[in-house]
């Protein structure tokens, strides 16, 4: 069964402190590995997908990278507006396409 | 352009009372997935519908539980003889070929 670990699982920074969010995964067959941001009272908005150990992609002062066991969401000098949680989930192929995700990290960026 | 959307946003009700929850998914996209969340955790799968039929329905708890997608676009979730642990967050989600999946702003379910 897959399974996804998340930590911290809350972590406080001052505004411009840059860090890192790590996701753990075990699954019997990675197809795809996804980053979510989930603010309060809202849904999961989607933010990268990642398909194979080496890959990174960036999105303003988020970055994701994959290796064969774990996943990075580094932040670079975050904002207040970047306060949010931070899901991850995988995908392992199959017909059925779920994802199963972890319980998130939650960040809190001071102004 | 429109996004997920799921109606109400809110529901309370009694403990053994039938509800429903509806999702109205991204034109176009095939296929339809309902997740359930719980207060700090992730959301859990429920059921993935592909067209008409559901594909997968492995994540339902139990009888009480069950959804329709009668003609490929919107689904509702129905839950029978409510109880009080299934109070969560149901969302709801839809994909096109790319497998990313587009999340709704979900449905909380409160049973007194």
């Known amino acids: 069964e897959d399974q996804v670990t998340q930590s911290p699982e809350a972590l406080r920074l001052q505004e411009g402190e840059s860090s890192s969010l790590n996701c753990s995964y075990t699954v019997s067959g990675l197809r795809g590995l996804f980053w979510y941001r989930q603010d309060p009272g809202k849904g999961p908005e989607f933010l990268f997908t990642l398909y194979s150990a080496g890959e990174e992609k960036e999105k303003e002062r988020l970055k994701a990278t994959l290796t064969k066991k774990e996943s990075f969401l580094h932040i670079t000098a975050p904002k207040p507006e970047d306060s949010a949680t931070y899901l991850c989930a995988v995908y392992s192929g199959g017909s059925n396409y779920k994802l199963t995700f972890g319980k998130g990290t939650l960040l809190t960026v001071n102004p | 352009g429109a996004g997920v959307s799921q109606t109400p946003s809110n529901k309370v009700t009694e403990k053994g009372k039938y509800v429903e929850l509806r999702c109205d998914p991204i034109?176009?996209?095939?296929?339809l997935y309902w997740y359930r969340q719980s207060l700090g955790q992730g959301p859990e799968f429920l059921i993935y519908?592909?067209?008409?039929?559901?594909?997968?329905d492995s994540g339902l708890p139990n009888d009480r539980f069950f959804a329709v997608r009668p003609e490929g676009s919107v689904s509702t979730l129905k839950i029978q003889r409510t109880e009080r642990g299934d109070s969560a967050v149901y969302l709801c989600?839809?994909?096109?070929?790319?497998?990313?999946?587009?999340f709704g702003p979900g449905t909380r379910l409160t049973v007194l």
């Open positions: 034109s176009g996209h095939t296929a």
């Open positions: 989600a839809s994909s096109s070929v790319s497998n990313e999946q587009f």
């Open positions: 519908f592909q067209g008409t039929g559901a594909a997968d």
